[in-house]
């Protein structure tokens, strides 16, 4: 028999362009309380994952241009 724990779950969108792209997923023990600090900061990784990958995307976009235009 599985006995499996309560957690506190909290889900903070990642956007590309303002657009809704994936879901940043946390979980911890349900006895733990939410700051706010910890979700701005929570929203802030958000965030900043959303920049990185839209960043890596123009990076591949700009080397396969490079690459044709060879």
Same mark, same amino acid.
């Given at each position: 028999v *599985? =006995?499996?724990?309560? *957690?506190?779950?909290?889900y %903070?969108?990642?956007? /590309?362009?303002?657009?809704p792209?994936? /879901?940043?997923? *946390?979980?911890?023990?349900?006895?733990? &309380?939410? &700051?706010? +600090?910890?979700?701005?900061?929570?929203?802030?990784?958000?965030?900043? /994952?959303?920049?990185?990958?839209?960043?890596?995307?123009? /990076? #591949?976009? #700009?080397? %396969? +241009?490079?690459? %044709? =235009?060879?």
């Amino acid at each position: 028999v *599985v =006995h499996r724990q309560p *957690v506190r779950e909290i889900y %903070v969108p990642v956007q /590309i362009a303002g657009q809704p792209f994936a /879901i940043l997923y *946390v979980a911890s023990e349900p006895n733990s &309380q939410t &700051q706010n +600090s910890e979700t701005t900061a929570l929203q802030t990784i958000a965030g900043q /994952i959303g920049i990185g990958i839209e960043n890596a995307q123009l /990076i #591949d976009i #700009d080397q %396969v +241009s490079a690459t %044709v =235009h060879q």
